[in-house]
């Protein structure tokens, strides 16, 4: 079973968005769009687990404490370059608490996959098939959207089914952060 730790978005943070992918939709390039229902942020990619092991990470995951925290929607940009992207995303901030979370995920859940996995806050929009405009970076960086601030209270393990039409996420448990965080140190 294919599995990832990721941050659920409040609606209203989908809801924007979902605006600002229509936005870019109309910039003359072929580009597939993440579902506004899958709209996550990514934690870390486990990939494929057996049901043994997802039993064993999930009560890895249970024995995590952390304070929880906001953020909110910060910029826009692209992976690779002008002449030729592949992803667009939103980038959040404060992302301090973000990082420290992702550290503390990755080094409690290593054993479940060890490969090194390069973390960058950020909110994938769409993955850009084909640009088909000349003025795609001029357009893209005038695009507008509300910086909403959102609370961070849990983190989810889901499982990701590959279909035809795209990923379909199922939730396997939501681990709630801490409203107040006392160290053991």
């Given at each position: 079973m ?17 605006s ?20 996550h ?7 494929e687990?057996s ?22 929607l ?8 002008w ?13 301090g ?17 060890p ?15 084909l ?11 005038k ?9 961070v ?13 795209g990923?379909?996420?199922?939730v ?9 965080f006392?160290?053991?140190?």
């Open positions: 294919r599995c990832f730790l990721a941050i659920e978005l409040p609606k209203e943070v989908k809801d924007e968005l979902y600002l992918q229509r936005k870019i939709g109309k910039l003359g390039l072929k580009i597939k769009l993440v579902e506004k229902k899958n709209l942020l990514t934690l870390r990619f486990f990939g687990l049901e043994k092991t997802i039993e064993e990470l999930r009560k890895q995951l249970k024995a995590i404490h952390f304070p929880s925290f906001s953020l909110h910060h910029s826009l940009g692209l992976f690779s370059d002449n030729g992207p592949r992803v667009a995303w939103v980038s959040v901030q404060p992302d608490e973000l990082l420290r979370l992702q550290k503390l995920l990755d080094a409690e859940t290593l054993s479940f996959s490969l090194p996995q390069k973390f960058q806050a950020h909110l994938t929009l769409g993955r850009i098939k640009l088909r405009n000349d003025l795609f970076q001029e357009q893209f960086e695009l507008v959207f509300e910086r909403k601030t959102f609370s209270s849990s983190f989810t393990l889901y499982k990701s089914t590959l279909t035809h039409e990923p379909a996420y199922t396997l448990e939501t681990y709630p952060l801490s409203s107040s006392y160290s053991s140190d």
